[in-house]
């Protein structure tokens, strides 16, 4: 890779220099046109005659310059160093993983959640060419990771998700895919997966019209049922005693596999249920084996040398000088 900027925006900063530079023009203008209506023109030119015209334009210049300085070191310049990342095939694959208290519920071994975890880490390894981005969701969605090619930290990741992470309760799948449409690059119109894990005990009537609208953008929805269709009471692992409603009574949760497929089907995607597929992460990568992969830039493990204080140093030295440049002339007593 060649130099390149970072946070080129700030290019924009630049149209501050010619807005200054006019209205100083009008300035002087204005303190021109000021002293010739002062008086007596041989008097004027005597009371004035220590300031320094040249002076006060180099110290607007020096400012100038160092205005610029500074907006060269805020878009830091610069160039990548070791790993250069490069190009790779792959996809963009957003996992949404329920972590609302029903995923306790052990009509799966350990657990619902740990189950899912399992698979998630063995569908990571499974698509090593893949840049992956995490969601977290139970009442409310949160992006916990965004898409990178950095697996390790995913696994970290997924290996803390905990339902007392989020204090807000219940399961609400649309705002889970919205949260993972808000994750993938705008401009790319093609080539994304959402892979969400969840029991479908959804508390939101608006998820299947959020699919359809996602299905429109070009993203795949792959929805992994966790539960049986029977249920079992949630049992908070912390205290091993059931979790109770707001009346007092356990809680029963059962998988609602019905809304997972509707979800999968409108998207292209597939639905998997745990515990009737050997191996769930197989069937996801081989759906996804058939989407087109193209090759994408990943910078996100790119170590980067950036040159910011080759500005960031003259601004400074230039507003010193500024500074220490008197408007007045130096006078002579004689």
Do not use: C
Not at 61 to 70: R, S, Y
Not at 108 to 120: D, V
Not at 311 to 330: C, N
């Amino acid at each position: 890779m060649d130099l390149q900027f970072q946070y080129r925006t700030a290019f924009w900063l630049l149209l501050l220099i010619p807005v200054l530079s006019g209205f100083f023009y009008f300035y002087l203008r204005w303190k021109k046109k000021a002293v010739s209506t002062i008086g007596d023109p041989r008097l004027v030119s005597e009371l004035i005659r220590e300031a320094s015209p040249f002076r006060v334009v180099l110290k607007f210049v020096l400012l100038m310059t160092a205005v610029a300085a500074g907006i060269f070191s805020l878009v830091n310049p610069r160039k990548p160093g070791g790993d250069t990342g490069g190009s790779r095939k792959g996809i963009d694959v957003v996992i949404a993983l329920d972590i609302s208290r029903s995923m306790w519920a052990k009509d799966i071994a350990p657990n619902r959640l740990e189950k899912a975890k399992t698979i998630i880490n063995d569908l990571i390894d499974k698509m090593p060419d893949n840049r992956i981005g995490l969601v977290l969701f139970a009442g409310k969605a949160y992006l916990q990771m965004p898409l990178t090619s950095d697996h390790s930290a995913a696994k970290l990741f997924v290996a803390s998700a905990d339902p007392t992470a989020i204090p807000q309760q219940g399961t609400v799948i649309s705002d889970a895919m919205n949260m993972t449409d808000r994750a993938f690059n705008k401009q790319e119109r093609k080539f994304k997966s959402v892979i969400l894990f969840s029991d479908g005990e959804d508390h939101d009537p608006d998820a299947l019209a959020t699919a359809r609208e996602m299905a429109a953008r070009g993203v795949m929805i792959n929805t992994v049922g966790i539960g049986t269709a029977e249920g079992t009471i949630i049992t908070d692992p912390s205290t091993g005693m059931p979790a109770l409603d707001a009346m007092g009574n356990r809680i029963n949760s059962r998988l609602n596999a019905s809304e997972l497929m509707l979800i999968a089907s409108l998207t292209n995607g597939i639905y998997v249920q745990i515990n009737q597929t050997a191996d769930p992460a197989d069937q996801i990568i081989g759906h996804l084996s058939g989407v087109k992969k193209e090759a994408l830039s990943d910078i996100s493990l790119v170590n980067f040398k950036s040159y910011y204080l080759w500005f960031a140093i003259p601004m400074f030295l230039l507003i010193l000088a500024e500074f220490f440049v008197p408007e007045r002339k130096k006078l002579v007593i004689v």
